[in-house]
C-alpha cells in the first residue's frame, strides 16, 4: 500500500483566495504575451440540472458564494493538489454509472445505485456555510438529504457505533494519484451519532444542478460544523463498525488532524489559528463561529468531552 509523506503536506499550502486569483491573472498575462499556452478556463461542468428540489429551512443567512467559487477552488487530491487542479483534471471521474455498498454492523445490507439515492428521500436544497480546516470559508446551495435515511434503510445494528465512508480509488480515473501525497482511497468517519443528525448531509448536486466531478460527484458528504475535510467525496462504500475508523488526514499527521475535527476557534491548528478565516470573495477576515455557527444543533452531541482532548 502507498503511503507518502512528503515534508510539507499542502495544508501548510494556505493560499488566500486574492493571491490566487492575481497569481491567475499573472500567469494569464504571461502565456497570453508568450502566446504559449492557455489557461484553463474554469469550464462550467455538464450542468445537469435536478428537477423536483425542495427548499428546505436549512439555510444561513448569509450572501451564497458564486458557482465559480465553489466549482473552482477546491481539494480533492486524486485529482491534484492544487486548488485549481480538480476543476481541470477530474472530467476522468466517471460519475455514472455508479453503485455504494452498505454493509459492516446492519441487519439489511444494501447495494444502492445512484438511481435509487437520487430517490431515497426528497431531495433538499440547504445553504450551508463550509470551512477548510485551511482557514478559509464558502456558502454553498447543496442539494441532498439528511444521510440518517440511508442509514435508516440499512438498519444499524445495535453495537454500531461509527460509522466509514470511503471514496473511490480507480488508477484509471484518476491517473494523477501518485502525486496525492496521501494514502489511497481516501476515508473518513463519523460516530453514529453524529452521522444521523439530521445537518450531516449526503449531497448529489450544488447549485441546482448535479455535482460536478471536482466537488465530488456523484455523491459526497457534507458536515458542515466539521472542518471541510470530514467532506468526503465521490463515496462508494460505507461501513457501520464498532471501531473508531481510518480517517485519511489523521492517518497522515495525528498532532495535525483529529477524528472528530469539529469547527473551533479557540483550538489552533498547530501551525496556524483557527479563531479566524477568509471566506471566498472576501477581502478581510472574519470570525471563525463554535462549530461553525451550528452550536444550538450539535453541541448536545459532545456533552461531557473534552474538545481540545478530542480536536
Ligand atoms: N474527498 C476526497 N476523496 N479527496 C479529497 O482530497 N478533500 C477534502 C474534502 N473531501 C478531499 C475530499 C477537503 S480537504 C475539503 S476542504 C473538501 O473536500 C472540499 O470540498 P469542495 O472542493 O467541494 O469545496
Known sequence: MLIRKPADLRYSDVTPRQLYVNRRRFLAAGSAALGAWTLPTPAKAAGVKIANVVKSNYKVDEKM???EDATTYNNYYEFGTDKA???RNA???KPSPWQIVVGGLVNKPKTFDLDAIMKLAPLEERVYRHRCVEAWSIVVPWIGYSLANLLKQVDPKSNAKYVAFETLFDRKQMPLWGRAGIELPYVEGLR???AMHPLTLLSVGLYGEMLPNQNGAPVRLVVPWKYGFKGIKSI???TLTDELPPTTWHATNAREYGFYSNVNPTVDHPRWSQGTERRLGELFKRKTLMFNGYTDQVASLYTGL??????
Open 65 to 67: 458564494n458564486s458557482y
Open 85 to 87: 487542479e480538480p476543476a
Open 91 to 93: 472530467n476522468t471521474l
Open 192 to 194: 453514529l451519532d453524529e
Open 236 to 238: 462508494v462504500k460505507i
Open 306 to 311: 473534552d474538545l481540545k482532548k478530542f480536536y
